[in-house]
């Protein structure tokens, strides 16, 4: 006999089954009322469309992807250094799923948290050549970038960011 959810943690819990299952992109209104063994409208009593559900359960993915995040930063390891690291967290978490996840990263508050954890990494690291930094480039919008461009060579299966590295350390160091 088939359970019927109740709760919005519960539909929650049951997105998050077809999106990590069938992918992010495969979830419905439709396929999700039918696993909750619920109405469709009663979806809309916890969520006022698909985009609010997706945007929820992917705060949640992205929220446990990235809780260890602190831990990979040791004072004095350095910006590049890091993001090297970080690239690597990154990648091995997202190895078993589906790529569709990592469009749902943009404008969330996951993502703020890793850009914030991109900021601590770059004020502490003393080795950067502080001239660098104008109207243009400041350090805001820098770490912004370097989260894009990571998301998008995630997207793309890159397993390293060696270059990406390579043109930062010629940015941001005197080398």
């Known amino acids: 006999m088939k359970q019927h959810v109740t709760s919005q943690e ?33 979806v809309y009593n916890y969520y006022p469309n698909k985009e609010a559900v997706i945007a929820a359960v992917a705060e949640q993915f992205w929220d446990g992807i990235l809780n260890d995040q ?3 930063y040791r004072r004095g ?11 690597s967290f990154l990648y091995g978490r997202l190895a078993r799923y589906d790529k ?7 404008g969330s508050d996951s993502e703020r948290k890793a850009i914030a954890m991109l900021k601590t990494v770059l004020y502490d690291d003393k080795r950067i050549n502080q001239s660098i930094w104008n ?16 998301m998008a060579l995630l997207q793309a299966g890159e397993n390293n960011c060696r270059f990406f590295i390579f043109l930062l350390e010629h940015l941001l160091y005197d080398v």
């Open 100 to 106: 569709g996840w990592l469009s749902q990263i943009a």
């Open 135 to 150: 109207m243009e480039l400041n350090e805001d919008a820098f770490c912004e970038y370097v989260m894009t461009n990571i």
């Open 70 to 72: 602190e831990k990979l």
């Open 10 to 42: 519960q539909i929650l819990e049951k997105t998050m089954e077809i999106a990590i299952r069938e992918g992010v992109d495969s979830v419905s209104i439709r396929k999700l009322a039918s696993a909750c063994g619920i109405a469709i409208g009663s």
């Open 77 to 87: 390891m350095g910006f590049t250094g890091f993001l090297e690291q970080y690239y």
